[in-house]
């Protein structure tokens, strides 16, 4: 089970750490990662007064989301972060609320068939690690048309930082931030535990942080991103 109190604590220290990167706190937003957690990671975050959790796998969310009571459900806005089956969209309509990991046509118009008019996030590839999903900055922008077009709304962008020194994941995160510019995206979902310094530091609105909040998770698919 995990402990509220103590994700209360964390969270502060998540948040000096936003401001020591020269962030303003009341501004960029924490996504809790609560992927590889039971739904208590779920209950402490709501509880800590965080409003937005992230989930990676469809069938562990669903899971959890039977778990929770509906105080619960009605206090957190679930984004789903993990590389998506366009197959899984249907069983998770009328659970997420923002799709962050858009990131080709036919997903866009799976999500624009089961929960129409429904916020998303084109996920961008500046990692080159073709295992986390994302699309290239050169084919981005015809999503996002795309994805307007088919009633959806594009509420920002979302990438995985590039492993490799600060500089080298900051000018990635900054490759995020003026695509996002060019579009007139509101949010870019950038930054995790190891990395939110450099993306607060590009311009980040939200960042994605699990192990700073919860710990060590008990499991780990290599294969997706661990925020």
Request: net charge negative.
């Given at each position: ?13 998540v948040r000096?750490?936003?401001a ?12 809790a ?7 208590s ?7 800590a ?24 459900k009605?206090a ?8 998506l089956q366009?197959n899984?969209?249907?069983?998770l ?18 999500i ?7 916020a ?7 990692s ?6 994302g ?21 920002g ?37 190891a ?26 698919d ?6």
């Open positions: 089970m995990i402990d509220t109190a103590d994700v209360r604590q964390r969270i502060e220290r000096n750490r936003i020591d990167a020269g962030g303003d706190t009341d501004k960029i937003g924490v996504v990662v609560t992927k590889g957690f039971d739904h990671a779920i209950e402490a975050a709501a509880g007064g965080l409003t937005m959790v992230g989930e990676n796998y469809a069938q562990e969310l669903r899971g959890k989301w039977d778990e929770l009571d509906s105080v619960t009605n957190v806005d679930v984004h789903f972060i993990g590389r366009s899984k969209v249907r069983q309509a009328g659970v997420v609320g923002v799709w962050q990991s858009v990131d080709r046509v036919r997903l866009v118009s799976q624009a068939q089961h929960a129409p008019g429904a998303v996030f084109v996920q961008l590839d500046v080159g690690t073709a295992s986390q999903g699309c290239e900055p050169a084919e981005a922008s015809a999503l996002v048309t795309v994805a307007r077009s088919e009633g959806l709304e594009v509420a962008c979302m990438a995985i930082g590039p492993q490799g020194a600060p500089a080298q994941i900051e000018t990635a995160f900054h490759e995020v931030a003026r695509f996002a510019d060019r579009h007139q995206l509101e949010q870019r979902c950038m930054g995790m535990s990395d939110l310094e450099a993306a607060v530091r590009a311009g980040s609105t939200l960042v994605r942080i699990g192990t700073a909040l919860f710990g060590n998770r008990p499991q780990r290599a294969l997706t991103q661990d925020a």
